[in-house]
């Protein structure tokens, strides 16, 4: 690390303690020649994920837009937007620690619909509905049986 003061590239670390977000860590660093202080701020580095869509393109993963599609799933249902911004973190925290550098949407949508059969049915019936493009009724009597008989 380079001193702001002198450009000397040599310094001691002080004082090292996480930031209030926890996603980077602050150092009090010393020059060792000239004795000013200054402070730094370490993070860790993320390869980008990319998702393979159902048309073959491909996007940077976006946090936000799997926040959105669970928010417009779980819409007028008595589930805190605290539980959903969880279940994005998990998947986001499960689809980096997979190390994989691509990811489809359709491993994205079996991890969303994992998640929401277990905190709410209709919130459930609804993301499958969009995201396994449910064609007639057949098919959405199909998956609704499929819920029941998981049930009983």
């Known amino acids: 690390m380079r001193c702001p003061y002198c450009s000397y590239y040599e310094s001691k670390v002080i004082d090292s303690r996480p930031t209030d977000e926890s996603v980077s860590i602050r150092r009090r660093r010393e020059c060792l020649k000239c004795g000013k ?20 393109s ?15 799933a ?10 959903l ?11 980096y620690n997979s190390m994989e550098k691509e990811v489809t949407s359709k491993q994205i949508g079996e991890l969303v619909m994992e998640r ?28 609704l049986l499929n819920i029941l008989n998981s049930k009983k």
């Not at 202080?37 to 073959?56: A, G, H, Q, S, W």
């Not at 779980?74 to 605290?82: D, H």
């Not at 911004?85 to 689809?95: H, K, M, R, S």
């Not at 019936?125 to 959405?140: C, G, N, P, Q, W």
Request: aromatic letters at 10%; one cysteine or more.
């Open 74 to 83: 779980c819409q007028k249902r008595p589930i805190s937007i605290s539980t």
């Open 37 to 56: 202080r200054f402070t730094t701020y370490e993070t860790v580095e993320r390869i980008p994920l990319m998702v393979i869509k159902k048309n073959k």
């Open 85 to 95: 911004e969880g279940i994005a973190n998990d998947i986001e925290a499960e689809l």
């Open 58 to 72: 491909r996007e940077a993963f976006d946090k936000q837009k799997l926040l959105t599609g669970l928010l417009h």
């Open 116 to 143: 929401l059969k277990e905190i709410d049915d209709v919130a459930y019936v609804r993301f499958a509905s969009v995201y396994k493009e449910f064609k007639d009724i057949d098919t959405f009597m199909r998956e």
